[in-house]
């Protein structure tokens, strides 16, 4: 039986999210938009008060949250800054593979320092030519001995210069397609990964986001994630519980939205009333609130799936992408309640709109996960 009701245990941690994000966060997101500064010291805090890795299980030092609490926590991060919540993520995603597939060893090794001291993780998946077709990944890894040789470029790897290390999927047999992909553990500290320059962006200007290049990396064959041949599999499961994260951190950016617009349409008077008057702006409004509703509520099904460990890819695929579209129209319609005053960068809702727009894309683009979606609908491949 599904009920709605969050628990007060739940409920302590989103308020203590909300309080972080709303009275820290909120406030620096605009100047750490126009300065592109990653903020060390915000993130201590978010550590410190334990709101980072909190999928990692209690016996290697995390909280152990399910899904659906750490959907409350994303939530009200993406409310304070989905560029200051990327990090986050990335290292959610990083922890969810091992948390997932990673032996005993792995685990201990791996997860247990991130709770132990301020750190972070990468997740290197994409490349030049294989975003969204990984059939076309060029990186591989190559068995020599006890070793794998890692050798290619990942693109656009956020936390790719903080991370302590990464978790990488390269290619171990090209001839097997998705099958041919495995996962590995990489750590950062190797004088083999050059990393590039900082990633210049339209939104998410917080974050930090390089281009990797892993020029021969030795890795000992322990540091490899599961079988050879399982890193796609590896990925879908670790993606079901990070896209209901995701999809929240769009419904927190949304719900930013949607507040700007309201207070904004109450203060604004055009032909002698408040445009909140105006029905066309109304309408405006109440489509935010329930695509907000519809959105939370798809999440909250995906991470439900997720901690009752039922088939749930699909939902997961669901809520993420309705999701991530729904945040970019809430803000784009937030900056037409503006008007004018929506497009300048004096006014807070045009970084919503930019920062929208990279959840559309990170991590899958909405468009392939829509196509995912069908094809799953379809039963084809
Ligand atoms: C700021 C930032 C941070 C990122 N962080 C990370 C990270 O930490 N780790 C990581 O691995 N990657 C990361 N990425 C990469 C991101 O996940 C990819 O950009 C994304 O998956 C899209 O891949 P692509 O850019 O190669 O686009 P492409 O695959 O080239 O797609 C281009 C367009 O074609 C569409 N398209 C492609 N194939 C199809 C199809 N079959 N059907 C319909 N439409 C299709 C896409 O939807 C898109 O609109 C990051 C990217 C950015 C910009």
Request: net charge negative.
């Amino acid at each position: 039986m599904t009920d709605f009701k969050i628990s007060d245990e739940q409920k302590q941690y989103q308020q203590l999210a909300r309080d972080f994000a709303q009275k820290e966060v909120a406030p620096e997101a605009g100047r750490l938009d126009h300065s592109g500064e990653f903020p060390t010291p915000l993130y201590k805090k978010a550590w410190e008060l334990g709101l980072m890795n909190v999928l990692i299980p209690e016996e290697y030092g995390g909280l152990g949250l399910k899904v659906l609490e750490a959907c409350l926590i994303s939530e009200e991060m993406g409310a304070g800054c989905t560029g200051f919540g990327a990090a986050l993520e990335a290292n959610n995603l990083a922890a969810a593979a091992l948390i997932v597939a990673g032996n005993e060893e792995q685990k201990k090794r791996f997860l247990q320092p991130l709770t132990q001291e301020l750190s972070f993780a990468a997740f290197c998946l994409d490349e030049r030519t294989a975003g969204s077709d990984l059939f076309d990944l060029k990186c591989t890894a190559t068995r020599v001995g006890d070793e794998y040789v890692i050798q290619g470029q990942k693109l656009c790897v956020t936390n790719g210069v903080t991370a302590r290390w990464h978790c990488v999927i390269a290619c171990t047999n090209p001839e097997a397609e998705h099958e041919g992909l495995t996962a590995f553990i990489v750590p950062a500290e190797n004088e083999n990964i050059a990393t590039g320059r900082k990633l210049s962006l339209l939104g998410h200007r917080a974050s930090d986001s390089r281009n990797l290049t892993f020029q021969g990396v030795k890795v000992p064959a322990e540091f490899r994630i599961g079988e050879e041949g399982e890193g796609l599999a590896i990925c879908t499961k670790a993606f079901k519980l990070t896209r209901p994260l995701m999809g929240s951190a769009a419904v927190g950016l949304a719900r930013s939205a949607m507040e700007h617009a309201i207070r904004y349409a109450k203060e604004r008077n055009t032909f002698g009333t408040p445009i909140a008057n105006h029905q066309a702006v109304g309408f405006m409004l109440a489509d935010m609130a329930k695509d907000i509703e519809a959105a939370r509520l798809l999440c909250w099904q995906a991470a439900w799936l997720a901690d009752n460990g039922l088939p749930g890819t699909r939902e997961a695929a669901i809520a993420r992408t309705f999701a991530v579209d729904m945040a970019m129209k809430v803000a784009i319609d937030a900056v037409q309640v503006f008007g004018g005053y929506g497009y300048s960068c004096e006014y807070p809702v045009e970084k919503l709109m930019r920062d929208a727009k990279m959840m559309q894309i990170q991590h899958g683009t909405s468009t392939l996960q829509k196509a995912a979606i069908g094809r799953l609908m379809a039963g084809v491949h």
